[in-house]
């Protein structure tokens, strides 16, 4: 079965700073890839959703690739602000058109 | 925006009661889900439903679970006797698309069984 592995530790990045988060999959690559963020006792928040025939997507400070050799997603933060802290999810479909997910990577931005 | 709003925020429960909880989706979705997430944990599908039918469903969603759309608002999600381990949140989402957009989610009812 479809398995999606994300760095467990934490990440901490000065701000200003670039960040980059990594999603990694196991099986066959899926149509799509999404990215969430999600604080703490909330619920998940839609980021970026990047195609399989896609390799960049864009939306203001972020930028999510998608290489599926690789069988990876990158996400990045780029001029990173205290805000952005949060835990990022990586979620994609698998061949019983359920949303699996990845169990997130801390991001910790420090002043 | 529009908005998932779910409701309770937490429901404590006795094990062995029913409990159901309460789900309003963006107005204009087609595609409801709920999804589980136990403190710590991965989220978890639980079932998804589109055209007044469930369309797909986990191994968690076992004969204890129901869902329904009584109305053209309401998504609700029941659990019929309630175990120790269903404590957990759980989120309500809701798209147009799953393919071209993401999922919506509601904030999320923090279910305790004692």
């Known amino acids: 079965s479809q398995k999606i592995e994300q760095n467990s530790e934490a990440l901490n990045i000065q701000e200003g700073k670039t960040a980059t988060l990594t999603c990694n999959y196991t099986?066959?690559?899926?149509?799509?890839l999404q990215w969430y963020r999600q604080d703490p006792g909330r619920g998940p928040v839609f980021l970026l959703l990047?195609?399989?025939n896609e390799k960049e997507k864009r939306k203001e400070r972020l930028k999510v690739t998608f290489d599926t050799t690789l069988k990876q997603s990158l996400f990045h933060i780029t001029a990173s602000q205290p805000a952005d802290s949060a835990t990022y999810l990586c979620?994609?479909?698998?061949?019983?058109?359920?949303?699996?997910w990845g169990a997130g990577t801390k991001l910790i931005i420090k002043p | 925006e529009p908005e998932v709003t779910q409701t309770p925020s937490h429901q404590v429960t006795q094990m062995g009661q029913e409990v159901i909880l309460r789900c309003v989706p963006i107005?204009?979705?087609?595609?409801f889900y709920w999804y589980r997430q136990i403190l710590g944990q991965k989220v978890e599908f639980l079932v998804s439903?589109?055209?007044?039918?469930?369309?797909?469903k986990s191994e968690i969603f076992d004969d204890q679970f129901s869902v329904e759309r009584p109305d053209g608002s309401n998504f609700t999600l029941k659990i019929r006797s309630t175990k120790l381990e269903d404590s957990a949140m759980y989120f309500c989402?809701?798209?147009?698309?799953?393919?071209?957009?993401?999922?919506?989610f509601g904030s999320g009812t923090r279910l305790t069984v004692v």
């Open positions: 989402a809701s798209t147009t698309d799953q393919i071209f957009y993401g999922y919506t």
């Open positions: 979620a994609l479909e698998d061949s019983n058109y359920q949303l699996i």
């Open positions: 990047i195609r399989e």
């Open positions: 099986n066959y690559s899926p149509a799509y």
């Open positions: 107005s204009n979705h087609l595609y």
């Open positions: 439903f589109y055209n007044n039918e469930i369309s797909e």
